[in-house]
């Protein structure tokens, strides 16, 4: 196929008792250098947490396909470059027909929370309107700290969250829960026999994350003819200017 890249899913998700039809959509997620974008695409849709992972140059592009009431709804997820350096040559086509974004922060770096602003700025730069469904994930919640200073906390996030009209996650591409909504690290509060203990600090499962987006997705009715796809593979056009620097990385020549 000409120009074009095909994506077979590489984890469960996929099931060939799925039905033959779904959607793609096109998710991109964003935020500072390093805060752990491709870790958590890589968990999102390899159902792992990659070893060493590199920074990314250019858009890393990942897929993971859904099962939602009985429909398949195929995620493609555009891991892109947190580094300016990496990333400038790229952005117009990172941001043409968005389907969702995910915006991302490390919880235990403030930096990356109050870097969040620029993100949504580029954002309305690169016109994406406000019916695009908008995600905030607080990254690494598994290296909180009870009491840690430093840390961006659960309602500064709601209340980002809320101004822009986002729902906000908090999770770990590391320790993932399997299933339970609450976990992980541990704050102040009140244990058996009275004795003061820690609550556990919020913790959103990944999967339930990925479920979130695709159920949202699935709802909207903004589908750009491109993005639709039939059986296992999905294929989307790059740019003639662009090669791949290894499968599923693109860098622009120019
Ligand atoms: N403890 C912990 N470390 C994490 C987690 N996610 C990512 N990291 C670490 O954070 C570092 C950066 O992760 P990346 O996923 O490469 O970050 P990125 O946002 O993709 O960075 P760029 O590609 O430069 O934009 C790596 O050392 C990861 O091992 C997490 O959930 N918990």
């Not at 998710?27 to 250098?33: F, L, P, T």
């Not at 840690?148 to 996650?169: C, D, I, K, P, Y």
């Not at 770990?172 to 609450?182: F, G």
Request: charged share 25%.
């Amino acid at each position: 196929m000409e120009s074009s890249l095909e994506f077979s899913n590489s984890f469960s998700g996929a099931s060939s008792s799925l039905p033959a039809r779904s959607r793609t959509f096109k998710v991109i997620v964003i935020g500072d250098s390093g805060v752990g974008k491709t870790c958590l695409t890589h968990r999102f849709c390899a159902g792992e947490f990659p070893c060493r992972p590199d920074a990314t140059i250019g858009v890393d592009f990942r897929e993971r396909i859904v099962d939602i009431d009985g429909e398949r709804v195929k995620l493609q997820m555009w891991d892109t470059a947190g580094q300016e350096r990496f990333r400038k040559s790229m952005v117009q086509h990172y941001y043409r027909n968005v389907h969702a974004v995910l915006f991302v922060y490390d919880v235990t770096y403030p930096a990356s929370f109050r870097g969040l602003p620029a993100w949504v700025e580029e954002c309305r730069q690169n016109s994406l309107g406000q019916d695009i469904p908008r995600f905030l994930v607080g990254s690494k919640v598994d290296l909180r700290t009870p009491g840690g200073a430093n840390q961006v906390s659960r309602e500064q996030a709601l209340r980002f969250s809320q101004t822009h009209n986002m729902t906000l996650f908090e999770t770990s591409a590391k320790n993932p829960l399997a299933s339970s909504c609450s976990a992980g690290g541990r704050g102040p509060g009140r244990g058996r026999g009275g004795a003061p203990e820690e609550e556990p600090f919020h913790q959103d499962t990944v999967e339930s994350i990925v479920t979130a987006v695709a159920a949202r997705l699935r709802r909207n009715r903004r589908l750009p003819e491109q993005l639709h796809s039939k059986g296992g593979n999905s294929s989307f056009k790059i740019p003639a200017d662009k090669k791949p620097l290894e499968k599923g990385h693109w860098a622009c020549t120019c």
